[in-house]
DNA sequence: ATGCCCATCAGAGATGGA
C-alpha cells in the first residue's frame, strides 16, 4: 500500500498539479493540506478513481483524504478541545488501515498566541498517540506536521534557531511522540541523509539552491514500523510552474 | 533588521504561511 502527503497551499490553485501526480503515481491514499477554501472538488477524483472526504475552512487550513478504497470517517476534529474550530484533522479507515492527516499548527511568531496554540496542539496529539498505543491500534499519521526535527532536516539551523518550527518545546513534543514508539518513516530508512526536504520557501531561490526544511512526516506505530519497505520524497512538483511551497513525500507498506 | 513570494477574500491591501 502506498501512501502520500501533499500540502498542496489552496486545491483550487494545484488540481491540475496534483491530478497529473495521481495519474503518474496511482498512491492508493493521498493526504492534502492547505486546502484553503470552503470548496473541495471532489468531482474532479472520482474519474481517477478516488473516493473523498475533506474538512474544509473559508480562506485558511483545510484537509482532505483521497483514497481508491472505501472510507469510514473516524473523526474530523483533534479531541482535547471543543473551542479549536480549525480544520486540521480528519482520522479515516480504509483499506483495512487506521490513517490520520494532520496540519499541525505553524506558530510563529514565537511568544505570540499562534505559539501557544500550536503547543497546546502538540499536547492534544501526543495525548491521542499514547492513547492509540495504549490500546494497540495500528496507525499511521500524515501531513504537515510545522516541525524541523533535527538540525540535519535543515539547510542551515542557525537560520531557523528563532523560528516556531524549530524551537526545543516544539522538537521536544515530537520526540515525546517518538518515544511512545512512533517510527518518523523517512528517517528510519534515510538515517544520515542530509539536504532531504519537503518544503522550500518561493523567494530567495530557496529550491533552485535547496535550501529547504523537512516538515512533512509520516509516523507510524509499531505494527506498521515493521511493515514499512519505501519512504521517499518526490520533488518533482515543487520543480513545476506556480508549485505549492511543499513537495509530495510517500510511504509503501508491505 | 526586514522583505522577498504566493494565496485568499474581495475587489485594496491586510493576513497567513514557515
Request: proline share 7%.
Amino acid at each position: 500500500m502506498k501512501i502520500a502527503t501533499w500540502n498542496v497551499n489552496s486545491i483550487r490553485a494545484r488540481l491540475d498539479h496534483v491530478t497529473h501526480w495521481l495519474e503518474v503515481h496511482q498512491p492508493d491514499v493521498l493526504l492534502m493540506q492547505e486546502l484553503k477554501g470552503t470548496e473541495f472538488p471532489a468531482e474532479a477524483f472520482a474519474p481517477l478513481g478516488y473516493q473523498a472526504e475533506a474538512v474544509t475552512q473559508k480562506a485558511y487550513n483545510g484537509v482532505a483524504i483521497l483514497s481508491r478504497h472505501p472510507i469510514e470517517v473516524v473523526a474530523i476534529a483533534l479531541p482535547g478541545d471543543e473551542a479549536d474550530g480549525h480544520a486540521r484533522y480528519l482520522e479515516v479507515n480504509t483499506n483495512n488501515t487506521r490513517i490520520v492527516n494532520i496540519y499541525l499548527p505553524n506558530g510563529n511568531p514565537v511568544g505570540s498566541p499562534n505559539f501557544g496554540y500550536k503547543l497546546a496542539w502538540m499536547a492534544r496529539l501526543a495525548k491521542h498517540m499514547q492513547q492509540w498505543r495504549e490500546n494497540n491500534i495500528p496507525v499511521i499519521i500524515g501531513g504537515d506536521f510545522n516541525v524541523i526535527p533535527e538540525d540535519i532536516d535543515c539547510h542551515k539551523p542557525a537560520s531557523w534557531i528563532k523560528d516556531a518550527l524549530f524551537q526545543p518545546e516544539t522538537r521536544g513534543w515530537y520526540r515525546t511522540m517518538l518515544g511512545y514508539g512512533f517510527t518518523d518513516a523517512f528517517r528510519a530508512l534515510h538515517p544520515d541523509l542530509g539536504g532531504a526536504f519537503t518544503y522550500w520557501d518561493y523567494f530567495r531561490r530557496a529550491f533552485e539552491t535547496n535550501r529547504g526544511i523537512r516538515i512533512d512526516h509520516f509516523l507510524l506505530s509499531p505494527e506498521l514500523a515493521t511493515r514499512l519497505v519505501r519512504c521517499e520524497i518526490d520533488k518533482e512538483p515543487r520543480s513545476q510552474p506556480k508549485p505549492s511551497d511543499h513537495t509530495p513525500i510517500w510511504v509503501e507498506l508491505q
